[in-house]
């Protein structure tokens, strides 16, 4: 089945400087964690270039706004570009802080677009709370969704990312994320969840 769009919730972007002296933003990579566990947002967008090629009618629609630096989007989109997909296919949604705000976010634009075919790809340990967001909002109940865990997607074709994939969920940062994912979906599933204050979703080394 074809896919209309499809939507690439961030995984946080830290900068650095390049060789020129510049400050460039990017994409969080495994080394890298907030509050609650490792990150690995870039995952994200190498797998949502994979899905382009494989969809190549989809609007790739990267997610997340930051207050004084480049979105987190406006980072995705140019990653996304460097990886070969056409600046034409990529509509940036730069209003959306957390999960929830994503998935309303997205299921909005796809209403406001007729969009029927839809789909988010996101890290593994995301998709079960992301979904649960996502399913609570009617004009899902309008859509075909597929959730496409980014590491699946990456190491069906590379299977040495696949390996480094199996030795990063055997780190502590990775069982943090896990055990922070779970609380947030039973609080969620409790109606008792609360999104996180962006000091605790402040990038940072492992």
Partial sequence: MERDAIFIPSGGTVEE????GERRFRSTSYAERDASGTLGGHARVQAAALLAAEYSDAILVPQGKREDDPSHAAVMARELRELGVAAQRII????????????EYALACAQERGWTRIAFVSNEYHLPRLRAFVERLSYARSCAITY?????????????????????????????????????LEALLMSTY?????????????
Avoid: M, N
């Avoid at 609360?194 to 492992?206: C, T």
């Fill in 92 to 103: 940036l949604e730069e209003h959306s802080t957390h999960t929830a705000a994503q998935a």
């Fill in 148 to 184: 496409y865990a980014a590491e699946s997607v990456i190491g069906a074709t590379d299977p040495a990312f696949a390996q480094e994939f199996a030795r990063v969920k055997e780190t502590p940062a990775y069982q943090e994320r896990l055990a922070s994912e779970a609380r947030g």
């Fill in 194 to 206: 609360e999104p996180r204050g962006s000091e605790a979703k402040r990038e940072r080394d492992v």
């Fill in 17 to 20: 400087t390049d060789t020129a």
